[in-house]
């Protein structure tokens, strides 16, 4: 009886390191991405940067002083010509962008990586259709077709607020990642394995799902923090055109006002830089992160990791036994 | 192979066409990659298929599988003895009235029953006609194995994964069941358990192959499909893996579809041997015979194309002329004769073939013997009716001397070593506006695929019993032409 009890608390002790090596073991390949640690720690940053300024912004955005202040002690940034606090102004407006942002991307994708897909795996018409969507897309200039969409939503929907600009991301977001994914879906589903699944039967459904499109997450992951950057990027331009809904807070409506009450030709770069530097650098933090993506999913870089642990978890019953019989020894 | 065992894998008449979409609503023809292929393959046998790149050796391994849907014919696999003798029994008898060139009432009638008779065996068993569902029966007999290992094994999964998957998919072992057999599996290949828990990029070219030949026997199948599966490798890896496979099929009684353009591997491991070109079967035997009492004209070929270390017999070696024909537009008659050198004038010479020989027939400057023919504006070539237009630049009072000069030519170029085309001429006359004449060639026979000894099929009119007597003429008219001359 004793020596089971023994032997229950061995197994135990097993357990626990193998459990730990892997956790570590995906730490210190986060570390060692240094792409994706470094993109990854400039968006955390920015993000906790914007939930404080949400929350606890040092004045109300909408309270008003005297106009056109200079940098003080008092507002760190100044004033605005309305005689708003530029600081509280900014802090407050970057998670709505972000917001926006995530919003439109991650629609984008849905319809990019269903469209790419489905494109990719089949042949034939069905391929042939979905690739001339794509490509009819591609060739309409994004720009003035977002400017059309927005300002035509604008004129019908004005209670759509942030979902309008939602729905220009989508739009001319997608085919540029459902190309990007079907591409790959036609490789993939080209391969010789596949062809070896569906010798055994498999629907098609089933082997989109569960094998081309796991084969796909580095690229899915790669065309959502593309498409995150495209997003920030087009909505912030569209709001600096004043497209947008008046009412919506972000760094491109900023950067409107900035522009339509002279902040350059006043020089007051304290109004239109901060918020200029912060989706620079929002764009420069997915950046890196979708190149660090890339490598971290490719599964020519994994390495012997599992058969390290099934040689560690070989080894440790040996030592176990021995461990058994010092004991009956003893 | 003795005859005693049980026929596994029937083919009859399959074909595959691959429509060709030149765009998006028209259809431009398509490519005949399987044109009329049968063969039966018994259990334990290896039948090895050679040819040429884009013979459709690789489509004849899909579509037996069933990876891509034939055109039509049928694929019997795995059937109950009796059945499957009744099936070729039948499809022999069909053959056979199918052959009879001009059938008497009593045996179209036979033909339909027995058509009628045969579909609905094919309904209920043939694999090309089955719902998928059904096919899930079937499929666990038979496996692929691929040729290219780096592209056939999911770079995603362990190798633990990749060997389980037809188990987990196919049949309905527990997970401890599974295991126990790839540990099994794994030491059969050459491996070692702690293997399973690699990636398979982690592997070589050769032991990727061994995986996938375990994961393919993991379920005890009853037929390899092979498609060249040792291509991609390096010679000694091809000798290791060869090697294997023929443990395997011994000691599991497996039959092999061995496709593979490398004669010497083919040598190796196949009791029999198809040879293909474009699409259609062109000799099937023995190996031992195909090697040394080969008949056909492009199997004579393809083996003095061996590579080989004694001198002397590179001697023999037959280089065949001119390009492999499209398959999406292959010739009248044989396919193969355009570059036979043993071609006769009812192989399927038809105007594309002889239209660019009689224009420098007729060019004065390259044969001085035609200075005296009208010039000519442009030949037109007409394939439906097989015949050719010549038209001259203007009409001619005189037809008489104009035609004869022109059988002339024709006559002269019929003797000399490469004219065995002029001799499908059949008839030259002029058209009623006097500026164009008419050559009509003679209707080409159709090789079929024929047993001419036992157990060897040749697909040559060369063998076929009523062309001996035309190729005596055609001896004739060879010697009686060099004479008048």
Redesign the interface.
Known sequence: MDSNIDNGEIIQTIHAPAKQGSSTNFLTKFLSNRYLFSGSVIIIAVVIFALYGYFFPPYNPSATFASNLQPSSAHLLGTNYFGNDILSDFMVSIIPTLEIALIGAALALLVAVVVGLFGGYFSGMKN?LLAFFINVFLLIPGLPLAIVISSGLEASHSNLGVLSLAIVIIVTGWAFGARTIRAQAMSIAG???I????????SDFRIIFR?VL??LLSYIGYVFTNLIIFAILLETSLLFLGLGNESIISLGSILYFANNYDAILLGEWWWFIPPGLTIAIIGVGFGLMSLGLDTIAN??L?T?K??K???RE?RQPEKNHLHESSNEES | MSESKKVLLYVSHLKKYFPISSN?LKSGGSVRALDDVSFALREGETLGVVGETGCGKTTLGRTV?R?IDATAGDVYFNLPEDLMNKVIEKEGELDRLHEIENPSAEEIKEMETLEADLDEIRNENSLTRMS??K??DF?KFM??I???PF??????K?VKD?IA??MK??TEMSSDEIFEKEKELIEEIGLSE??????P??FSGGQRQRIGIA?AIGIGPKLLVLDEPTSALDVSVQAQILNMLKEIQNELGLSYLFISHHLNVIRLMADRVAVMYLGRVAELTDTDRLFTEMLHPYTKALLSAIPSIDPGKRKGRIILEGEIPSPANPPKGCYFHPRCPEAMKNCGWSPRDIAGPIRSMLEPYRNPEAKDFPAITEIVTDEEANSLDIVLSAPVPNREPVLALFNELVEKEASSGAGIMFKSIESVKFLEDGTTIRVVQMEPDVPTLKEVRKGHFVSCLLYDKPIEETKEEVMENASTATSTD
């Open positions: 042939e391969r010789d394995y062809r070896f699944i569906k010798h055994t039967g498999e094998e796991p084969s599964p020519t994994r012997y599992n058969a642990k099934f040689e070989k | 998006l599988l990876l998928s569902r096919m899930k499929r496996q692929p691929f040729q290219d592209s056939s094994l999911d770079p995603r362990l990749v998957e037809p998919l196919l702690d293997h399973l828990y690699r990636f990029h982690e994961r």
